[in-house]
């Protein structure tokens, strides 16, 4: 009896690497991007690459953006061109640690950003900032897999950091008015909203991204209400 149950069991076995061997064959035979290690993956784990992505790209956009809008702080590092930042910000998906902000990382780089009497610069400060925190809240890795668990806590955190780096930005400006990070219009100027645009997805993508984690993991996100007043980074 017991031999009979184990042949059944071995060719059950048998049988799904055989199904898993000719779906792989044929995936790969018609081409699509397939992997076999995609074969590695559960649903969630390809929606976390694609938040990942996507908050990668949105980072990027930004990044050249703010260039743009003050072209001035590129030159205060010594670089001349935004593709060299690009370049140091986005060449791996591990912490970002730059010698020009004394190696601050995440809302350590964003407070610095922020500071009055910071003379760096500032883009790349808080950019630094921004590309560290949400890269730790995915937890420095750039593609998932299954039994890769991602912290619902961290990835919540993360969006209400933005949202208090946004209301920071309006409230921060150097002694003659000038905020200290161009970003929206400036009165008088045509009206632009597509810096609110961005922020504005980048938090929707954690906000959602928290939410799936905290389904899959069974928790509960422990939602706080900031202290306006204060606005101080909350630590991932």
Not at 171 to 190: F, I, M, W
């Amino acid at each position: 009896m017991f031999f009979i149950v184990r042949q059944r069991a071995n060719f059950k076995r048998d049988l799904r690497v055989s199904v898993v061997l000719i779906l792989s064959s044929i995936m790969i035979g018609c081409g699509g991007g397939f992997r076999i290690s995609d074969l590695a993956k559960g649903d969630i784990d390809f929606i976390a690459d694609a938040h990942y992505r996507q908050t990668q790209a949105l980072l990027r956009t930004l990044c050249i953006k703010l260039y743009r809008r003050n072209p001035a702080e590129l030159a205060k590092g010594g670089a001349t061109h935004v593709d060299q930042r690009l370049e140091q910000l986005f060449f791996s998906a591990g912490p970002v640690r730059l010698a020009d902000l004394g190696y601050a990382q995440g809302t350590e780089a964003l407070t610095l950003a922020l500071d009055p009497e910071f003379r760096g610069d500032r883009v790349l400060a808080l950019m630094a900032g921004l590309v560290g925190m949400y890269r730790n809240a995915y937890d420095y890795r750039a593609e998932f897999f299954m039994f890769d668990q991602l912290d619902e806590r961290k990835l919540y955190q993360s969006a209400r950091n933005t949202e208090i780096l946004l209301w920071r930005l309006k409230a921060s400006a150097l002694a003659n008015g000038r905020p200290l990070v161009l970003t929206n219009s400036l009165p008088g100027e045509p009206r632009n909203l597509s810096f609110e645009r961005l922020f504005g997805k980048l938090i929707a993508l954690q906000d959602m991204m928290a939410e799936i984690v905290s389904q899959q993991n069974d928790r509960l996100i422990n939602k706080v209400t900031q202290n306006v007043a204060s606005m101080v980074f909350f630590p991932l």
